[in-house]
């Protein structure tokens, strides 16, 4: 007679048991469809480099980059961001449907460049699987800068996008950071030269040292590509911070 009552407690649980499992399988099945479904966008570009060739100095070359959304939901492009002030990139629209597409604008200004030349453009958006994607310019400056005049030495201190890059990252410091705010662009982290020469030198030598103050306070003359950083040629540095790169480049070895 005492069994009957576990025989029953026995088929209650495994009723229970059954209902459960069925009710786990129904909800994962659900949460795998929910996941298929969702509507995400993608964004593919035509192409991800673009080489302009030969070009001049002192010149905007332009190219359109084409972007589109080959996802299921809106494709929100959020902003665009580049590697130099020179560079600015520019786009017809933000939101794309699944399916559109639109143009995506760089012009590049080649002022006081020579040799090879690359830039980048980051593209912001709500892609999930690249939120940023990179871009990229590059062109061989055939002029460089042979005849260039005072005026356009200059303009890499006048012009708002050569003094991104040239001036406002410099604006009151000294020495070591001034350095490489201003100057290491050009010729490299610890002065060991890049697309300008190598700093490095014999500054005990006075007259090496008077030498290469001259230079980067009043430019080159037979350099094109470098003019006076010093107020009154033109530059945007006082005699003070001039001795202070000056200073930093005699502690290099």
């Known amino acids: 007679m005492k069994k009957a009552p576990i025989c029953l407690l026995a088929i209650l649980f495994a009723i ?36 302009f060739g030969k070009v001049l100095e002192d010149v905007e070359i332009k190219h359109v980059f084409k972007i589109s959304n080959a996802g299921k939901g809106i494709l929100d492009v959020t902003g665009t961001y580049t590697s130099c002030g020179c560079t600015v990139a520019n786009l017809s629209k933000r939101y794309l449907k699944p399916g559109e597409s639109m143009d995506l604008l760089v012009t590049v200004d080649t002022a006081m460049k020579q040799g090879r030349v690359s830039k980048e453009i980051f593209v912001n958006s709500n892609d999930p699987h690249r939120a940023v994607a990179a871009l990229k310019v590059s062109m061989d400056v055939a002029d460089a800068h042979l005849g ?37 662009m050009c010729h490299g982290k610890g002065a060991k030269g890049a697309v300008g020469p190598a700093l490095v030198g014999p500054y005990k030598n006075p007259n090496y040292a008077t030498h290469m ?16 950083f010093l107020s009154t040629a033109g530059g945007p540095l006082n005699d003070t911070q001039i001795d202070s790169i000056v200073g930093y480049l005699k502690t290099l070895k």
């Open 148 to 184: 260039m005049t005072d005026a356009k030495m200059a303009k890499i201190f006048t012009n708002e996008k050569c003094a991104s890059c040239h001036v406002m990252p410099g604006v009151g410091l000294m020495g070591r950071d001034l350095f490489e705010a201003d100057c290491a």
């Open 16 to 51: 229970v048991f059954c209902l459960v499992g069925r009710w786990f399988t129904a909800s994962d099945s659900q949460s795998i469809k929910l996941a298929e479904n969702v509507a995400e966008p993608k964004i593919v570009f035509d192409q991800e480099a673009f080489d």
């Open 213 to 228: 103050r001259q230079i980067i306070a009043h430019g080159s003359k037979t350099r094109r590509t470098m003019p006076g």
